[in-house]
Nanobody, 115 residues
Framework: QIQLVESGGGLVQPGGSLRLSCAASGSSVSSNAMGWYRQAPGKQRELVATITSGGSTNYGDSVKGRFTISRDHTNNTMYLQMNSLKPEDTAVYYC?????????WGKGTLVTVSS
């Protein structure tokens, strides 16, 4: 059974940084496409970043140049390094994993950017 658990969210001031983690069990983070999405209050879920099994990355326009997606096969965890955070980055952040034609989701971690 595949499970994804996000962590690392919290309250941060504008301009600050956070690193989110997505710990996977039941499948390898290096063998499957994975991604980060976010959902702000009253808005639809939107793409933040994705990474393919081959290591190619893609970013949403609003986070390009500020966020970096990565993964570590030694602890089977995917990361999202978020720099230069803005109040509009406030949202619940979810990770997902695509395996055998099915998409698995974590339960999310809340990021609040506020002074």
């Amino acid at each position: 059974q595949i499970q994804l658990v996000e962590s690392g969210g919290g309250l941060v001031q504008p301009g600050g940084s956070l690193r989110l983690s997505c710990a996977a069990s039941g499948s390898s983070v290096s063998s499957n496409a994975m991604g980060w999405y976010r959902q702000a209050p009253g808005k639809q879920r939107e793409l933040v970043a994705t990474i393919t099994s081959g290591g190619s990355t893609n970013y949403g326009d609003s986070v390009k140049g500020r966020f970096t997606i990565s993964r570590d096969h030694t602890n089977n965890t995917m990361y999202l390094q978020m720099n230069s955070l803005k109040p509009e980055d406030t949202a619940v952040y979810y990770c997902n994993l695509f395996y055998r034609y099915k998409l698995y989701w974590g339960k999310g971690t809340l990021v609040t950017v506020s002074s």
